[in-house]
C-alpha cells in the first residue's frame, strides 16, 4: 500500500491524493504492476469544480468504517473510503458546526 503512516485510516495529503490517481489510472508500474486502469484521467483533472483536490480518507484496518477523527462533522462512517469537496469556499474545518463546512459536498451526504 503506497499511503503509510497509519493503521486505522488516513486523510490523503495532496501527494497522496495524486499517487492515488496514478495508481487508479495504472500509469506507473511501480503503483500499479499489471497497468490495471480504473480511471481515465484523460477525462479530467479530478479537481472539484473550483480547483482544489478533492478530499480521500481510506479505512486501513478493513473494518469498513472511517473513523470520526478522520471526518469533520460526521462521526464514524461505515464506508472503506469516503470524499469530500470543500466547497466554493475552499476550506474545511475538524469542528462540526464551523461554518466553513456549509458549502461542503460529502460522499456520505448527497
Ligand atoms: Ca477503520
Ligand atoms: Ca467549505
Redesign the pocket.
Known sequence: MPFAGST??RKLDPADYQTLLKTLAGTDPTLNPRRIKSLDLSAGDYQDAWGNDLQVVI?????????DALVYGSGRIEVAMLMWSKGPNGVDNSNDTDVSNDDNLTSWKL
Do not use: Q
Not at 59 to 67: C, T
Open positions: 486505522t485510516g479505512d486501513f484496518d478493513y473494518d469498513d468504517a472511517i473513523d
